[in-house]
């Protein structure tokens, strides 16, 4: 419908939707046939009246109306064609008007046919017909046409006016209490009438439009529910259902359904396949029951596979509404839910969690199974795996490794991804350790098979730390951790091996965390002391430089040995604060030595990668007025293997400040003379190794001797270190390329006390030992 037709409604009819409008405009058009024999009857009453006296212009009445009663007729027919689909909203009006037209003038010519007749006669039949056919048919027509106030109102005053005209016009008072006292409260009271009617008519109109929108609204709502809904009365029969509810039940549950019972519907649904005929009975008893009152859920497993759950509620009138569910994707991802809480996502191994689980109920049946064995497994080259192929390669890896392990535990065996690259093994039961044993080979050799990721070749291993229960514990967390520390042992002593878990471990374990809290109490503490070892410059005869070595006087133990608390502080990640402690210290002390005299600081690979060296070097010659040609920066070949980019730069730059570099222990590890020629060094230590058993002609001394010419052929000075001997001083003394020698036979390491004093009177003693 068109916005200009709607706005033409509403000015119509005030009030009133455009539907109900609509349905009354159609009322007037209804009921044909009365129009037609009312029509036959005025036309034959005129014209009786026009034979009766003759007067012509009851004649000429009497042709109109017959003309204008055919026409309306006609109009009728029209309107029975065009009604229905056809009819828009906004033709509604037009059509009111024609026949508010129609009705108006046909009224209109029976109130002039009643005038003439009063006028032009003295008849008293005449006048009588013709008084009591127009009172009549404004009776009708009001009864009939009440639905339109407008076509009332036109029809009282078309119709009665020239009624009561009449009667008032003879000049006879009893005609004139007639018009006045009977027809003009008659007709008044037509519209009253007709008004109430209406009105009537219009409430029962709306009232049965919003029922009738509310009864669709609500079949809408029901039908469009995500859950199947129905009612039952109190006797147990249908009352009602929604489309999804047929569609869960697999049966029509429509109109026709209504009034059935429950086992008349379970009935159909095995029928239809939505149960199966041995559970019938079954679902129908607990169906009923719960109609009664009894419960108010219950869940059922369709032979399809769908999980239905249903929920009664009772009613007042003694019924029940059951609303039906499919949970069946939402049992599913719950599932998936407490599926992901206790299995790795990776590996779809159990996870740390509940690998706990599991391990206390296979420890709880410890004197009826036997012993248990947890094996604890790490890979070993597993972070080169991610480092170089990348995580998602490393994910895959870790899959086919779960694969392996699954290939060789038993059935009542327990695997787990405990974390990263560790996996937990329990073997419930075992008959004793050699049983783990052989299944800690078998492992470690599967494990270090070759792999094939994306068509990459790759090769791992991996350790083993083993627990056994009772013995090393009977709790789940007490055996893990004595198999971790097997497993740190394992690891510690050879890669690719594995070992049980023993006792002698847990104290070394207790005396490595001492270790640590006593470590991180020295260095708040400042417990840290720097001793210095003099390199002797032969040419001069004079100490050239002291190497600065980190020593740990502790209150309890004594003096603790580097080589004991130094991999501990890596590990711990202390090393490069320690490390940047010591560049400090060295630095002031090296600025109250005489000027010639250089210090040197050791730099491990860790404090090299994780610390900023360049920037900890410039604070400590900052801080100690030191100048940079007198710190002599010494690294090892372990720095060098992280040949990056990152590398190099920070060797240049400590370079460009004036800083000396030494490669120290060289001739250990994997030692290569391209170092020497591409990195910016300055100076190369020989290692103590090649003074060992060191004699004339001795290869030893060959392989030192060519390294030391070689290095100061590439303009390197070279010192050799661990000179213990008059013998090996003469040795090396007598190689020429050879500047600065340091060992014992000149000075033990030694505090910065002693260090200082033997600046001042070594000369003389050193020049009788050289």
């Known amino acids: 419908m068109s916005s200009a037709g709607e706005q033409q409604v509403q000015r119509t009819k005030p009030g009133v939707p455009p539907e109900i409008h609509a349905s009354l405009v159609d009322s007037l058009f209804q009921e044909r046939r009365t129009l037609l024999v009312g029509s036959l009857a005025a036309s034959f009453a005129v014209v009786l009246t026009a034979v009766k006296t003759g007067e012509p212009l009851l004649w000429a009445i009497a042709g109109i109306i017959v003309l204008f009663a055919a026409a309306r007729n006609w109009d009728m027919g029209r309107y029975a064609k065009v009604r229905g689909p056809g009819l828009s909203i906004a033709a509604v009006p037009a059509w009111e008007r024609r026949y508010v037209f129609g009705a108006s003038v046909f009224d209109a010519l029976l109130g002039i046919w009643c005038f003439i ?47 009561i005209a009449a009667v008032l016009l003879v000049g006879n008072f009893y005609y004139a209490m007639l018009g006045l006292v009977l027809l003009l409260p008659f007709f008044t009271s037509l519209k009253f009438i007709s008004d109430r009617l209406r009105r009537t008519l219009l409430d029962a109109v709306i009232a049965q439009r919003d029922m009738s929108l509310l009864a669709k609204r609500f ?65 129908a008893v607990e169906f009923e029951k719960r109609l009664s009152g009894e419960d108010r859920t219950f869940m059922f497993e369709t032979p399809k596979g769908r999980s239905l759950h249903f929920t009664f509620q009772a009613m007042e009138s003694g019924g029940s509404v059951v609303l039906v569910e499919d949970v069946t994707e939402r049992k599913a991802a719950e599932a998936r839910i407490k599926h992901l809480a206790r299995y790795d996502p990776l590996t779809d191994l159990p996870n740390r969690n509940f690998l706990r689980e599991q391990m206390d109920q296979a420890l709880d049946q410890l004197d009826r199974t036997g012993p248990v064995a947890v094996l604890f497994i790490d890979l070993d080259q597993f972070k080169q795996v991610n480092d170089t192929l990348g995580h998602p390669r490393g994910d895959l890896l870790l899959r086919e490794v779960a694969d392996r392990l699954r290939s060789h535990v038993r059935e009542g065996d327990i695997i787990s991804r405990f974390g990263g690259d560790e996996f937990v093994i329990v073997q419930s039961p075992v008959l004793g350790v050699e049983e783990a044993a052989v299944m800690s080979r078998r492992l470690i050799e599967s494990l270090s098979e070759t792999y094939e990721v994306e068509g990459h070749r790759v090769v791992i291993g991996a350790s083993i730390g083993i627990a056994m229960a009772p013995r090393d514990g009977i709790g789940a967390d ?45 260095l708040a503490a400042g417990a840290f002391e720097v001793y210095y070892q003099p390199l002797f410059d032969l040419r001069s005869k004079k100490i050239s430089t002291c190497e600065a070595l980190l020593r740990w006087p502790h209150p309890v133990r004594g003096m603790i040995s580097p080589a004991e608390f130094i991999p501990v502080a890596e590990e711990m990640g202390l090393i490069v604060e320690i490390g940047n402690w010591v560049l400090q210290q060295a630095c002031r002390d090296c600025s109250r030595w005489p000027s010639d005299v250089r210090v040197a600081v050791n730099i491990s690979a860790n404090q090299f990668r994780r610390g900023n060296l360049v920037n900890s070097v410039r604070e400590a010659l900052a801080n100690s007025g030191l100048a940079s040609n007198r710190l002599e920066i010494e690294i090892t070949e372990s720095v060098l293997f992280q040949d990056t980019r990152a590398t190099r730069q920070a060797l240049r730059q400590l370079r460009d400040l004036g800083v000396r570099l030494s490669l120290d222990d060289f001739g250990t590890g994997y030692s290569s003379l391209s170092y020497l020629h591409s990195l910016p060094l300055n100076k190369v230590k020989i290692d103590r190794s090649f003074l060992e058993g060191l004699a004339a002609g001795d290869r030893s001394l060959v392989l030192l001797r060519g390294i030391a010419r070689l290095s100061a052929q590439l303009g390197l000075s070279v010192t050799v270190e661990g000179v213990e001997t008059a013998e090996q001083l003469a040795l090396v003394s007598a190689e020429d390329t050879v500047e600065e020698v340091q060992g014992f036979l000149f000075s033990p390491a030694i505090p910065f006390r002693e260090i200082t004093r033997l600046l001042q009177t070594v000369p003389t003693k050193l020049e009788k030992v050289a």
């Open 117 to 163: 007749a009063f006028i032009r006669t003295d008849d008293a039949f005449v006048q009588l017909i013709s008084l009591c056919m127009t009172i009549a048919y404004m009776v009708g027509t009001s009864g009939r046409n009440f639905g339109s106030s407008r076509l009332v109102i036109a029809q009282i005053l078309c119709a009665g006016v020239p009624t």
């Open 478 to 522: 007490h055996l893990l951790k004595n198999a971790d520390m097997a497993l740190y042992w394992a690891k510690a002593e050879r890669r690719g091996s594995w070992r049980f878990f023993e006792a002698e471990m847990d104290i070394r374990a207790q005396a490595r965390r001492t270790l640590e809290l006593d470590l991180r109490g020295a």
């Open 219 to 283: 079949d809408t709502a029901l039908n469009n529910m995500p859950s199947g809904l129905c009612m039952f009365d109190a006797q147990r029969t249908l009352v009602v259902s929604n489309e999804k509810l047929s569609q869960l039940f697999g049966v029509n549950l429509a109109s026709e359904r209504k009034g059935a019972t429950v086992r008349e519907i379970v009935r159909d649904c095995v029928d239809a396949g939505t149960i199966m005929r041995s559970e019938a009975e079954g679902f």
